[in-house]
């Protein structure tokens, strides 16, 4: 996969305009120059990643304190693809059938689920997942402005429709971000009601991440058990990632902090801590 240098659009509330360079054969947006090589999850999971000639991922191994327990396995066979635990017997984590960019379109995933899900995606010119069906019902849509995913949404909990997405009733994930660019690719801001892991999404085929790096998480959107609606107002607290980047450019740790937007806006270094994820990546040539 050639290089090429992410360009930098308008983040919000913040404003900055940069130029409109590094086009690739699909899309305005380049593509990342770099990949992860392994993540550390916040409760200590290591999960390596190795990498076919082609760009697409080979294998993806889990760890926890020195001891492999799991080594989840990409087999390729035409637009099928097959992802086994060799590991534990060649146990089925997931199949998906993909697009012509290695993206699922059709997924049925097993792992550490008592019944498969069954998964329908579709994404944008772009390269991003715009709408996924979990068991036959749209279960979460994402809003892409200027290469940055301003939300995900997640169906309320009093009975809202997946026709009312734009609706109040719906609960949203709204994003913020810094100026620096996501040169890896690195899910941040990654859909959760896809009911897929984030060690899947980091192997690329749910789409591309956002092209800044994720700065705020904060849901719109507040469930009122007392007059059972979804009331369309700011959560009290919102998640706030401190940019810190390595040597090469690379989102090195991702802190999640946790507070009230009067915490963030005047002090948030004192916000309360709420997972930690740290990244080595490398530059893809």
Not at 104 to 110: H, P, S
Not at 147 to 167: L, P
Not at 208 to 234: F, I, L, M
Request: with cysteine.
């Amino acid at each position: 996969m050639a290089t090429a240098t992410l360009v930098a659009v308008s983040c919000e509330k913040e404003n900055d305009k940069k130029g409109d360079e590094g086009k690739t054969e699909e899309t305005q947006l380049a593509q990342p120059t770099h990949r992860i090589k392994s993540m550390v999850s916040s409760g200590g999971d290591v999960y390596t990643y190795s990498y076919n000639a082609n760009g697409t991922v080979a294998s993806i191994e889990a760890s926890y304190d020195g001891e492999a327990y799991a080594n989840f396995v990409y087999k390729y066979e035409g637009t099928k693809l097959t992802v086994v635990n060799e590991l534990d017997g060649d146990k089925l984590a997931f199949e998906a059938f993909l697009d012509a960019n290695n993206r699922a379109v059709e997924m049925e995933y097993y792992y550490d689920k008592s019944e498969p899900v069954e998964l329908e995606l579709a994404y944008d010119k772009d390269g991003f997942l715009v709408s996924c069906k979990v068991n036959g019902t749209l279960k979460t849509i994402q809003n892409i402005v200027d290469g940055d995913i301003e939300f995900w949404t997640r169906v309320g909990k009093y009975g809202e429709t997946s026709e009312d997405a734009d609706a109040s009733g719906w609960r949203k994930k709204m994003h913020t971000y810094h100026a620096e660019e996501n040169i890896a690719g690195i899910h941040t801001e990654w859909d959760e009601d896809t009911e897929v892991k984030r060690w899947v999404y980091e192997s690329g085929i749910l789409g591309r991440a956002s092209v800044h790096v994720c700065k705020t998480a904060w849901w719109w959107g507040v469930n009122d058990d007392d007059t059972q609606t979804v009331k369309p107002e700011y959560a009290a607290k919102l998640a706030y990632y401190p940019l810190a980047l390595g040597a090469d450019g690379c989102v090195a740790t991702e802190t999640k902090l946790y507070d009230t937007k009067e915490k963030y806006e005047t002090a948030p270094d004192t916000m309360g801590e709420d997972g930690v994820y740290t990244f080595v990546c490398e530059e893809i040539k």
